[in-house]
C-alpha cells in the first residue's frame, strides 16, 4: 500500500464507497418524507412491542400473585389480599 499509485488509491476508495452503499444512504438522507415515515413505523413497532411485552409480563405477575393468595403463605398471601383490597377500594 506505501507504493500505491494516486490513482490506484482513488481506485481502492471507490470501491470502498461502493461497498458501502453510500449513494443508497445520501437518497434516503436527502428524502425527509421517507425519513419521517421509516421513524414512523419504527416507533409503532417499539410501540406494540412494548405492549405485547408489557402484556405477558404483567399477565405472568397477576398469575403469579394469585397463586400466592390462593397457597396462603403466611404474611405475603395476607400482604397481597391488603394491597388487591386498597387497590378495588381506591378504584371505587
Do not use: C, W
Not at 461502493?18 to 436527502?30: A, I
Not at 419521517?36 to 397477576?62: D, E, K, N, Y
Not at 397463586?67 to 403466611?74: D, G, M
Amino acid at each position: 500500500m506505501a507504493g500505491e499509485t494516486l490513482f490506484e488509491k482513488i481506485e481502492r476508495l471507490s470501491m470502498t464507497l461502493e461497498r458501502m452503499q453510500l449513494d443508497q444512504y445520501l437518497k434516503f438522507v436527502s428524502d425527509k418524507k421517507r425519513m419521517l415515515l421509516m421513524a414512523f413505523l419504527g416507533g409503532m413497532a417499539r410501540g406494540v412491542g412494548f405492549m405485547f411485552g408489557f402484556s405477558t409480563v404483567g399477565a405472568i405477575a397477576v398469575h403469579i400473585l394469585v397463586q400466592v393468595v390462593l397457597k396462603n403463605i403466611p404474611g405475603i398471601g395476607e400482604f397481597v389480599t391488603e394491597v388487591i383490597n386498597e387497590v378495588s377500594l381506591g378504584a371505587g
